[in-house]
C-alpha cells in the first residue's frame, strides 16, 4: 500500500501534466467596456496555416482580416478597397490609386509594398486560384499609385483583385519561407494567436482605415461537423456559427437562423466525352427526367431554390438577362441505359440528392449506379472521366467574381476543372467573346449568352441554388450575409 | 507545377534516403514538417496524443464502472455461494453493441444541449471530459464486463475458493479473491482498448470536437499528408508496444507464481448453464423484423414523407428520403449479416491459428492493433484499389487482433493447469496435447468472443464508407442506414434507434445463443472432459 501522501503529491505532480492535455482558451469571454469579443465557430478549419493563397484566403476574409485593393459589391461589380479609385490605361495596364491605410504591423500602405505583395502572388507555388492562366506584373507609380500590368489584356483584372487569395500584407509577412499573415494584414481585426487547426484569437486593429470595429475581438473556432456547430451555439458556447447543415435548421430557434442565397450552384455534370451521356439526345433525356424543385423542398427543406442555370438567383444581374438555351437536342428513351452518377459526401446533402436523382433516372428509364466518396478521393477520377455524371456543388463567383472565369474554367475545352468534359466550338466562341467584353454590363450579358450555350449542349443540368444559414445568437448584430461567402464580419458586427 | 510541388517538398531524393532523413531527425524529436499546413509536425502529433491519452484514461475508468456494474450481480450471488441461479447478460452484449457514434450523439443532445447538465462540446476541462469518456467508455466496459462476468463463476468454483468459505473467510474477501484471479485473462484485451480508445475515437472526436489523435491520423491519411500520418501512427504504435509491455507483467504479479509452478486449474463452470428461451426470444424478434421488412420495398423514395413517425403505414417510420425503416432493416439484414459472418469466421481462423504461436504473433498483434481500421481500409485500397470488396479484407487484417491475443492468454493459462501436467505425465506428446486438450479448452470462448464483436465488424465495414470502399446508398445495409441518419438522430429519433436496436439485438443473440451452442467434439475419441465446449476459462469472453 502506498501512503495517501504519496498520492496527494502524485496527483499534484500530474496536475499540471493533464492541464497540458486539455485544448486552451475555452473560456475567454472577457467583455470590457470597449465592446465584447466575439465568438464565432466556423465550419472549415486551416489546412495551410492560414497561407493567403490557397483555401484559407476565404477563411481570413470572412473573419476581416485581410482585403485586397478592390472588393465585390452586392451587385458583383468591383468596389474600392485598399484601392481608392482606378483607370484603366489602356489594354494591359491598370492604374491603382491607394488611399491611406496602415498595416497591422504599423507598417504605412505605401505602392511599394503593395506590388510587392501581388508579386509575391504571382510566384506561389501552386499559382492562387485567382491568378491561374494569367500573367501580371504590378510595379509602383508615383506616391499612391500602382501599375499593373497583364501579359494578355484582361478586362476584369479589378473583379479577380477582388479576391481572398490577392489579399495585401506587409513586408513582414513575406520575409520567412511560408507567408504569415499574423499581424500584417489591415483588416479590421488581426490574427494575434492560432492554436492549431483549433482556434484562433483576433483583436480590433485600431487603426482601420475604415473606422474602428465595434466587436473588441474575435474568437475563432474551426469546428468541422455541422451538429456539432449547432450545439455550440444552442449551448450559448459561441454567437455565430456558420454553414448550419440543413438537417440541424429546424433545431434553431427561428430568430437565430438567417438564410443567405449564396452563388452556389448544385449540378448535375454529365459526361459529354465517353460513356452513356455522349449521346446529346440521353442527355436531353436526363435534363427532362430530372426535377430540381423535388430537390429543393424536401433534400434542402427549403433552403435552396430551384435551379435556373449556371448562375442564381444571388448573382442579382442574371435573372433579366437570361437566354432561353437554343438548338437543344431532341430526348431520346434511355431504354435501360446503365449509367453511374458520382457524387461526394462532405456536403452531406449530396449523397441524398443523388438517390433522389437516381430515382429520377430510374423512372425515365435508365439503370443508374451511385458511387459516393470523400471529395479528395473522388476528384481525380472524375476529372479523367471515369463516371457518366456527376452531382457537385460549385461557388460560381468565388475564385474571381468575375462570371467568365468559371465558365473558362469549368465548360471550354481547355478549362482546368471541367468536369463535364466539355468540349463545344459554340461554347468556347462564347466564352472567348465573353472574356474580350470589359464594360461590366456587357460582359454579363456575354456571360449569359454564353451560359446558353452551355445549357444547349445539356452537359450540366442545374439542380438547386444553395443557401446557407448562419447561426446567430439574438444579441448578435451587424453581420454581413455575403452571397459571395467572402465576408461574414464586419466592423459593425457586435453583439 | 508538380516539380514545383517535388522541388519543395524534396521528394527528388528518392524514398530510401527520405526516410533515412526522417529517422534521423526524429532521433532529435524532429518528425518533420507538415506538407499541407508547413507547420512542424512533433508539437502538433504530441498535444494530440496528450489529449487522445487523457480522453482514454477517463474512458477508461468509465469502463472500470460499467464493467463493475455488469459484474456486481455475480460477484454478490458468488460472494454468497448462491451462483446456481444465475442468468442474464443480454443488457451488457446489448450496450457492447452500442456503436459509439449514436451513444455519442444522444449525449451530447440530451444531456449536453437540451438538459444543459454539462458541456455539449469542446475539450477545455474535467467537465468537459464526461460526455465523450461515457460515450466511449460505456461499451468498452459492456464488452469487458461481460468477459469478467463469465469467468467468476469459474474461479468461485475453485477449490481455494471453497476451502475459504469453509474456513469462514468474509465472502467480499473471496471476491476481491476471485477479480484478482481472472483479470490477468482479461489483460491483453484491456491493453487492446488502450491503444483503440486513443487512435480509433475518430467520430466521438469529432461530434464532441476534440483535438485528437484519431482525427489527427485521419485528416493527415485522407489528405495524403505523409510526415503527421507517419508521426501520428508511430506514436500509436508506441503506445501499443508499451501496453503491450505493460499488461504482461501485470498479469505475471497477479497470477505469476501459479503460472510458473502449473498450479492453475482450469476454470470449469460449476455446471453448464441451462439452455435459455432468452436466445429464441431475441431470435424471434429480429427474424419478425426481416421477414415483414422483405415484404417491404427498401429503395421506394418519398421525399414527401420523410422522417415521418412511426405508424402503421411505416411500423419503424421513415427515414431522411422518405424510405420505409421496416423495409430496410429487412433487406439489409442479409448482406450486412453475411460478410460480418464471413469476416467473423475468417478472423476467428486466423486468430486461433496466430494466437497458437505468441512469439511470432505477440509483436504482431501489438503493430496491427495500433492501426485503425479505417487506416488498414486506406491502405489495402492503396494496394489493392479501391472496389467493391476491399473493405473486407481491410477489417479481416484487423478483427483477428483480439481474438489472437485472446487465444495467446487462454493458452498461456491452459498450459500451467494440473490437468495439462497429469496428461504430460501419462506420456502425451505436443499434438495430442494440442489436439485434445488446448484446443478443445480454447476454441469455445474465442468462439464466442468472435459471436460478441459481431455488430462491431458490421460496423467497422460501413466506416470505409466514406473512402469509396463497400456498401453504397442506397444500398440498406444496417451500418449505413445508421451513418446516413446520424444526423436526423434528434429530429426523427426512430430513423437511428431501429437499425441501433437490430445490431444490439443481434449482439444479445449472439451472446446468449453461444451459451446454449454444444460444438461437436473434436474427435470421437476424445478423453475424459464430458462437455469440453461448455468449459470456459480463464481469458475466457463470452
Known sequence: ?495 | MLAAVRDELGLDAGPSKLLGEWLGGLARGDAGRSWISGGEVTPSVVQALGVSLLLMAAALVVAAVTAAAVCARTLWLGAHRRLGDRSGGSVAAMTAALPEFLTASVLATAVGVHLGWLPALGWYGPRWMVLPALALGLPAGALLGRMLDDLLPGAFAEPWALAAAARGIPGRVIARQTVRRCIPGLLPNTGLFVVGLTGGAVTVEQIFDIPGLGRTTLQAAIAQDLPVLQAGTLALVLLAAVAGALARPAARLLIGPALRDGALHSLHRPKPPAPRRTPLLHGTLLLAVVVLGLARDPLALDTGARLQPPSWAHPLGTDALGRDLLARIGHGAFTTLALAVAISAAALLTGLLLGLLPRLSGPLVDTVNAVPAVLAGLLVAGVAGSGAATPAPAVAAVAWVPLAAHTTALLEQERATTHITATKGLGAGHAHLLRHELLPAVLPPVARHALLRLPAVALALTSLGFLGLGSRPPAPEWGLLLAENQPYAERAPWAVLAPAAALALLGALAVTAADGVRLPRPFAGAPRRPKPAVAPLVGETG
Open chain 1, 1 to 495: 500500500m502506498r501512503s495517501p501522501r504519496r498520492r496527494v503529491v502524485a496527483g499534484l505532480l500530474l496536475a499540471p501534466v493533464l492541464t497540458g492535455c486539455f485544448a486552451s482558451g475555452g473560456d475567454t469571454d472577457v467583455d470590457s467596456a470597449e465592446g465584447s469579443r466575439l465568438r464565432v465557430a466556423l465550419a472549415f478549419p486551416p489546412a495551410e496555416n492560414f497561407s493567403p493563397y490557397g483555401a484559407d484566403a476565404t477563411l481570413l476574409s470572412r473573419l476581416g482580416v485581410t482585403e485586397g485593393l478592390t472588393k465585390l459589391d452586392a451587385n458583383g461589380a468591383a468596389a474600392p478597397a485598399l484601392a481608392e479609385s482606378w483607370t484603366r490605361e489602356n489594354d494591359r495596364n491598370w492604374l491603382f490609386t491607394l488611399r491611406e491605410a496602415t498595416f497591422q504591423d504599423g507598417t504605412e500602405v505605401t505602392p511599394a509594398t503593395v506590388a510587392a505583395a501581388l508579386t509575391h502572388a504571382t510566384e506561389a507555388e501552386p499559382v492562387t486560384a485567382a491568378l491561374s492562366g494569367v500573367t501580371l506584373t504590378a510595379k509602383k507609380s508615383g506616391d499612391r499609385q500602382v501599375r499593373v500590368t497583364t501579359e494578355d489584356p484582361d478586362p476584369a483584372l479589378p473583379l479577380r483583385l477582388t479576391s481572398p487569395g490577392l489579399a495585401i500584407l506587409s513586408a513582414k509577412a513575406y520575409a520567412a519561407e511560408r507567408v504569415n499573415p499574423v499581424g500584417t494584414a489591415t483588416g479590421p481585426f488581426e490574427v494575434t494567436k492560432v492554436t492549431g487547426t483549433t482556434a484562433a484569437t483576433l483583436d480590433r486593429f485600431d487603426e482601420y482605415w475604415g473606422g474602428r470595429a465595434q466587436a473588441s475581438g474575435v474568437d475563432a473556432r474551426f469546428i468541422a461537423d455541422g451538429t456539432a456547430r449547432t450545439n455550440a451555439l444552442r449551448t450559448d458556447q459561441v454567437d455565430l456559427a456558420e454553414a448550419v447543415p440543413v438537417s440541424q435548421a429546424s433545431t434553431l430557434d427561428k430568430g437565430t437562423r438567417h438564410e443567405t442565397a449564396t452563388t452556389r450552384t448544385t449540378s448535375l455534370l454529365l459526361n459529354t466525352k465517353s460513356g452513356a451521356f455522349k449521346d446529346p439526345k440521353l442527355r436531353a433525356a436526363a435534363r427532362e427526367a430530372v426535377d430540381g424543385s423535388v430537390l429543393a423542398k424536401d433534400v434542402y427543406e427549403g433552403y435552396a431554390d430551384a435551379g435556373a442555370g449556371i448562375f442564381g438567383p444571388a448573382v442579382t444581374w442574371a435573372a433579366d438577362k437570361r437566354l432561353e438555351p437554343s438548338g437543344r437536342a431532341k430526348a431520346t428513351d434511355p431504354d435501360g441505359t446503365s449509367v453511374t452518377i458520382a457524387t461526394y459526401d462532405n456536403r452531406p446533402e449530396l449523397p441524398e440528392v443523388a438517390q433522389v436523382l437516381q430515382q429520377q433516372l430510374q423512372k425515365a428509364g435508365f439503370k443508374v449506379k451511385l458511387e459516393v466518396r470523400e471529395y479528395s478521393r473522388l476528384e481525380s477520377d472524375a476529372l479523367a472521366g471515369e463516371f457518366d455524371a456527376f452531382v457537385g456543388a460549385r461557388n460560381s463567383l468565388l475564385d474571381t467574381g468575375d462570371p467568365v472565369s468559371i465558365l473558362a474554367s469549368d465548360f471550354s475545352c481547355a478549362g482546368s476543372y471541367n468536369l463535364a468534359l466539355l468540349c463545344d466550338k459554340k461554347v468556347d466562341r462564347a466564352v472567348a467573346a465573353a472574356e474580350k467584353e470589359s464594360d461590366t454590363a456587357k460582359r454579363q450579358q456575354a456571360a449569359m449568352n454564353a451560359e446558353a450555350a452551355i445549357l444547349a449542349t445539356d452537359a450540366t443540368v442545374p439542380l438547386v441554388h444553395q443557401q446557407i444559414i448562419t447561426g446567430v445568437a439574438t444579441s448578435v448584430r451587424g453581420v454581413t450575409y455575403d452571397p459571395y461567402e467572402r465576408t461574414l464580419i464586419g466592423t459593425g458586427t457586435r453583439r
